[in-house]
């Protein structure tokens, strides 16, 4: 099977130009100046891409499909979850496989396994959530590096559910240092939310907006730079998902500054919502709440700086869609029952791109090095996926650039009955997008499968 994709810009992390792309399989066979590439033999079926975009598809790091959470369960499958990643030009998702208390770690990849099996129709790999380390589990985190899951969750939030201690922390920090793992942390002060949360409830302050008011930014701050101490420690680097407070940031420009490879992302609700968002009439302020808060507006600036000067290295979603119906309400009367959650998973490389290329503040090569390349590189998927290079994945996206779309739940795929960017207009829309050589989406309309999606081993560090 050949497909060439014609007439097109091809962009990458580092380059733009008009070429052609030639893909056999599910390879790229080929790039070359656009006319210079003519297949012989067999079908082929070619793609106009003349005024548009190439890119390598998006890589989004951080979802959680399927997952449970607060006595209910994020509302995309791996089914829903990867059809509406597609229609948004994403072909790679990183989910989390959690490990619940007194489980092996085999256990719980065993399980997301499952959840993801003839659902996925789109690529897909697990970080592991590690919340009860022993000896036993320290040894099994070496298994997984070598069969492919080879980052691994820790949160400093979440007392008495998720949460680890700074000596746990510090020991699965020590053993990536000699397996190739990646540590990625949850960096949220537990300890001093929970203490807020509880009098908050006291004091009768209930509504959606107090779950913002009990996370302070310097408790995402003081974490962050505990997580990096404890790294440096180690001696091995750290990636900090979510960021989302200039203040913890802060802490990692420092490290940054003195030579540490300590790694963050952001996500686009943090770029382009805000606190004010919370003080939306009745109970809206529940479509906003997930962990850590969305911040003061005068963040998102902090932010973008952030991902321009590489002291932020991706953008992903967080993707945890939990409906209003029966799911947030669960939070009416309580702030501290809303699942912490939002959906995000189509939606990202249109916004940033629009909010971030179109405005100037990055460049298009850097809107893909922070969607796709860059994550590839830290997680160990490059140069299989987030680049167009002979001999990669043909994961790729035509993309328009001057299309315009306007985000709403009505059009989008998600299995959520909100959107928190509702009425939005972006310009830039994925238009065509190509897994591993196969057409999934053409012109907005899915043509993929659940389940054609395969696991992806991830290489470790070297
Ligand atoms: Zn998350």
Redesign the pocket.
Known sequence: MKTLIRGGTVVTATDQYRGDILIEDEKIAAVAAPGGLIPEGGQISVIDAAGKYVIPGGIDV?T?LDMPFGGTTSADDFESGTIAAAHGGTTSVVD?AIQYKGQTLRHALDAWMAKADGKAAIDYGFHMIITDLNDAVEAEMDALVREGVTSFKLFMAYPGVFMLDDASIFRALLRTGANGGTICM?AENGGVIDVLVKKALAEGKTAPKYHALTRPARAEAEATHRAIALAEMAGVPIYI??LSAAEALEMVTVARDRGLPAYAETCPQYLFLSYDNYEEPDFSGAKYVMSPPLRPKETQDRLWRGLAGNDLQAVST?H?PFCMKEQKELGKGDFSKIPNGAPGIETRMSLVFDGGVRTGKISVNRWVELTSTSPAKIFGLFPRKGTIAPGSDADLVVFDPNRKQTLSVKTLHMKVDYNPYEGRQVTGVSETVLSRGKVIVENGKFTGRAGAGSFVKRSPRS
């Open positions: 951080h959680h989390f949850h998902v979510h967080d945890c």
